[in-house]
């Protein structure tokens, strides 16, 4: 059994090993397997599409340890991370079989596309409906509403190179 805590820390109950995850910018960016009775354990990267998905883990050296592309809508294409189960939007894949993720407040089916079980979700009629039937452009972590990934770095990011480019002297 693996008890989760908070998102950034599993121990495994019966092995005793732990995972510790590391964040920035909001997203689960690293994380460090440290097996039951030894020292710092192994480091990995994880590096995500624009939208958040988990497309490939390397290792602490940069090699390239396994890869994943996704379909819209959240269906492995190609591939397969198995090193961590947060996968598409980074959401962890609670059943495996069947595409599902669960996105806090109720599961996603990537097979369908859509939400399992119904809740009001902004403007849309349907219910059921998964990021306003637009997954190229937005995400949906709470599933509860949709939003743009990174949406509020973009003044910072522009700001912070506009000043940057604004002080370059030629």
Known sequence: MVVYIGGVFEKNTLTGAIRKYHTGLGRTVAFRDVPAGTGQGTLSSILTDHLGSTVEVTNAVGTTVSE???????????GGVTQ???????QRETVTTMGAYFYKARFYSTAVGRFVSAAWSGDDLNRYTYVRKNPLTFTDPSGLDCETPYVDLCPDIVADVVVGVSNYAL
């Open 68 to 78: 994943t592309a996704y379909w819209p809508y959240g269906a492995t294409r190609s």
């Open 84 to 90: 961590t189960d947060q996968r598409y939007t980074q």
